[in-house]
């Protein structure tokens, strides 16, 4: 799905597009600005520390204590394109093996296992997290899904890409452009066009992925009458080499990124990260073994699927696969305040693997309309199964 009647298109499935989620954006919204002013939260801020797991568990890089030395402290900004994510290349490693721990256990794994960290409905199977206590139920179940739905679905992320017809970009800010950075700034941005002659936002060409592609931008991903993104974290850093973005206790629902499944799943990530190792290779910045990793609420993933398909409506295949694939399988708490205190399993744990290369930001581009799929007011959960 490439666009909305009524909705805005992108890619949303990166990281991050929107249903019209009720909450607001965790990430400041009002300064995009470079400077290492602001306080940092910690990636392990919403965690229980004082809970130890049965495992050693899979986390983000830790905050740095230190910037390092550099001739210039800041480089300016530097636009990545995601080009592709490992729903869509076949490297023969498990979805559910990108991610990260997101409640502190080691469900099934360890000397003395842990217990889910929610509770699970009744007769629900046991949802093991993969090594290192890695959550990720989410990832093969949803692109099997998007493929019964077809569409613009995970699968067919890098086509799109490749066609040049969108693709999210990444905006990083006030890198000193070493290892270590105590602070810098990420915005997510949807993107329309690669624009074939860097100028006409309804041109669309191939990218050459040489740093100087030029993608015109969707108006939702910015803010009112201004050029800034709408979703910014100005707390993210860099620790050895590694890019550590923090999605926050809600949703990107404000990023504008739209419904598509790659980047819409993004969307709809909550208490999650953006990170990925930061390298100049032949004078292109690259973003290589990126993740973006999260829970996404059972609710969205239905409305997500029969936002810009309607054969994921209720009764056909794809409904049928995620209803019975979906709902049987949560495996977390929307809210991780909720973690390890009886709250339910609303939740599944997602993880997605992608890279992005140096690009530019256009024009703003336009909005393409789609299938409605299964209406603007169509919702479903799991309640009673």
Known sequence: M??????????????????GVACSIAFPLDVFQSGHARPV???????????VPSCEVKRPPPHPDHDDESPTPDIGSIVFAARSSSASSDSGVPPSSYGYD?????????TVPDPQSCTLPKRAPKNCDQEGG???????????????????????????????????????????????????????????????DGVTPTDRAPPNWDGKDVWSVMEASLQPNSSLPRAVDQEAYVSGGVLVTRLGSSTLSDAGLGDSLLLGIANH??????????????????????????????????????????????GQPAYLYAQTQICPNRDIAADPAQDGRGFPCDAVSFGIGFEATQAQRGVIGITRPIDAGCGEDYTDSCKGL
């Open 134 to 196: 890695l959550d990720n139920t989410a990832a093969p179940i949803v692109k099997n899904a998007a493929d019964l739905a077809g569409g613009f679905g995970l699968g067919n992320f890098e086509k799109y890409v490749n066609e040049g017809t969108a693709t999210m970009l990444i905006q990083v800010t006030g890198y000193n452009g070493m290892p270590n950075d105590t602070q810098v700034v990420v915005g997510i941005i949807g993107a329309a066009y690669r624009m074939a």
């Open 269 to 314: 990530v909550t208490d999650g990260y953006i990170t990925g190792r930061i390298v100049k290779e032949a004078n292109i910045w690259q973003l290589h073994d990126a993740l973006i990793a999260g829970r996404v609420p059972v609710d969205h993933i239905f409305a997500l699927l029969a936002s810009g398909s309607s054969t994921a409506c209720k």
């Open 41 to 51: 939260t910690p990636p392990d801020a919403e965690v229980d520390a004082t809970r």
């Open 2 to 19: 490439l666009g909305v009647t009524r909705r805005v298109v992108f890619l949303g499935a990166f990281a991050t597009a929107v249903l």
């Open 102 to 110: 997101l409640d502190n256990y080691c469900t099934c794994g360890g």
